[in-house]
């Protein structure tokens, strides 16, 4: 998007939500939204428009587009997931793979499809996974999971079960 339908769009937004907003203000919601594809922040601007009573902050706009840590830890759940059912323990997000090492290693998570928590052991998932979010990705998390559960003992083959 260019810089000037980014302003039209921004000010038309702070008009309607009844305030006024300098150019340095502008141009620094310009600096963060100038990579984010036009799509996706004409749809962040027209819902903040259906949703904020308030002119909304970089980091709400933001949430809009790209989903709030709560959205993206019930996401991560569900590929995890689906990386059990497949045998697949390759993850491109580095913060499932640290989720998965802090409950026990791939092997442990496994196991957690047989078990009658499931709905225990998918709240402390998703806690952990939206602490990452916070929180720095230790720098020994390999996006390998094979490599991180080799490190905390566990054999090379992950033991994998269906529920």
């Known amino acids: 998007m260019k810089k000037t339908d980014f302003q039209k769009r921004l000010l038309g937004l702070a008009e309607i939500l009844g305030v006024e907003i300098k150019k340095s203000r502008v141009d620094g919601y310009w600096e963060v939204f100038k990579d984010y594809p036009d799509k996706e922040l004409i749809r962040a601007i027209n819902l903040s428009l259906k949703t904020n009573k308030f002119f909304p902050k970089p980091a709400e706009l933001i949430e809009l587009i790209e ?32 989720v998965i090492s802090d409950m026990g290693g791939w092997q442990e998570f496994c196991r957690i499809a047989d078990t009658k928590g499931l709905y225990l052991k998918e709240k402390g998932f998703r806690e952990k996974y939206q602490y990452y979010f916070r929180q720095p990705i230790p720098s020994n998390i390999s996006i390998n999971i094979a490599d991180n559960s080799l490190r905390i003992g566990y054999a090379d083959e992950p033991v994998y079960k269906r529920a």
């Open 67 to 98: 989903g709030s840590p709560a959205d993206k830890s019930l996401q991560a759940w569900h590929i995890s997931l689906e990386a059990i059912r497949n045998k697949s323990p390759q993850f491109e997000d580095k913060r499932i793979v640290a």
